[in-house]
């Protein structure tokens, strides 16, 4: 456990149709070996075993106990993310969830404070963290005094969502934009929000720094052809246009700075770095093969996430505005 490894030794929860897709492939392209796959389903952990390598199990205990992994890779259901990851943490494994880190803030937390007194890395896969255009935003936002910032806006929308917990449209889908939020402006100090029977949201935000924002969210568009604008606005005629997660325009004192327009369209899927379905996977595998911490998406940032995820479902329900709140780890 824990030792230096030029390659990372993983194991994998769970074998579905999406971490088949999207996490498996890009574990050796990332660095690191899949050494065991559990799934309750034990047909699946087979066939993934057979696919990309490592011995398949159905019980988690019994596969770390066996292959003493650097890193443990967490792709279930949200409603085990939580015990899963303390499972892990508690016997001495760093720990990758799929987001959300848990069904809710108190359990993150709790989560968060498992980690903090193991000393170990959990990250959750909040995937826009890491995309290429969102990690230049977060340069450019970073240049300017916090002062400085004026407001930024989402437009955030999807397909129909049937909103069966635990898969609903401000759980599942939205979360992502309501994680990168806060990765871009900081802590929020209050929001008011709007519902169109938990189909449509319509939120307003403050800022600790004083700055303002939206977000509107909906599943009356498509998966296929997605809607994902940002627009971020600083003082002195500076600001930057994101369309996509991959084209960005800036504008330094109203004149034309930068201006990127990737060669294919990528929302759906590209080399990983565009979406940042393979980075956020390079980056936990690079702390674990230098012992380090990774700096973007860490369980306490992920548990700040689900309170303003609950500030905004509370604040749509109850028509008022609610105080943001965040726990000390």
């Not at 929308?157 to 934009?177: E, G, M, Q």
């Not at 604040?315 to 943001?324: D, N, Q, Y």
Request: charged share 25%; hydrophobic share 35%; aromatic share 10%.
């Amino acid at each position: 456990m824990n030792r230096p490894n030029p390659d990372p030794r993983l194991c994998i929860v769970g074998a579905g149709r999406l971490s088949t897709e999207r996490i498996y492939p890009y574990i050796g392209a990332a660095g690191a070996q899949i050494v065991g796959i559990c799934d309750l389903e034990t047909e699946k952990a087979e066939r993934n075993a057979r696919r990309f390598g490592g011995t398949p199990y159905n019980d988690v205990a019994s596969m770390l106990g066996e292959q003493k992994p650097d890193g443990v890779v967490i792709c279930v259901g949200p409603a085990a993310h939580a015990t899963l990851a303390k499972l892990a943490l508690n016997l001495g494994y760093p720990v990758y969830t799929e987001k959300p880190p848990a069904l809710c803030s108190a359990d993150a937390l709790d989560v968060a404070r498992v980690a903090r007194k193991a000393g170990l890395l959990c990250t959750t896969a909040f995937k826009k963290r890491y995309s290429q255009a969102y990690v230049r935003a977060k340069q450019w936002i970073d240049q300017r005094p916090a002062s400085d910032l004026l407001s930024l806006s989402f437009d955030y929308c999807s397909a129909y969502y049937d909103n069966k917990p635990p898969r609903t449209l401000l759980s599942d889908f939205s979360i992502h934009v309501i994680d990168l939020i806060l990765y871009l402006f900081g802590d929020v100090e209050s929001v008011f929000a709007f519902t169109k029977e938990h189909h449509a949201y319509a939120v307003s935000l403050r800022f600790a720094n004083g700055a303002v924002g939206t977000l509107n969210t909906n599943d009356g568009r498509s998966f296929a052809i997605p809607t994902e604008e940002v627009e971020i606005s600083a003082r002195d005629g500076c600001f930057m246009t994101v369309h996509n997660s991959s084209s960005w325009r800036i504008t330094e004192r109203n004149q034309p700075s930068e201006w990127r327009e990737p060669p294919t369209f990528t929302s759906l899927g590209d080399s990983g770095r565009e979406t940042g379905h393979l980075a956020e996977i390079e980056d936990f595998v690079a702390a674990l093969r230098e012992g380090r911490r990774t700096t973007r998406s860490e369980i306490y940032e992920s548990y700040k996430t689900m309170v303003l995820y609950e500030a905004i479902k509370r604040a749509s329900e109850m028509g008022e505005v609610v105080k943001v709140r965040y726990e000390a780890i």
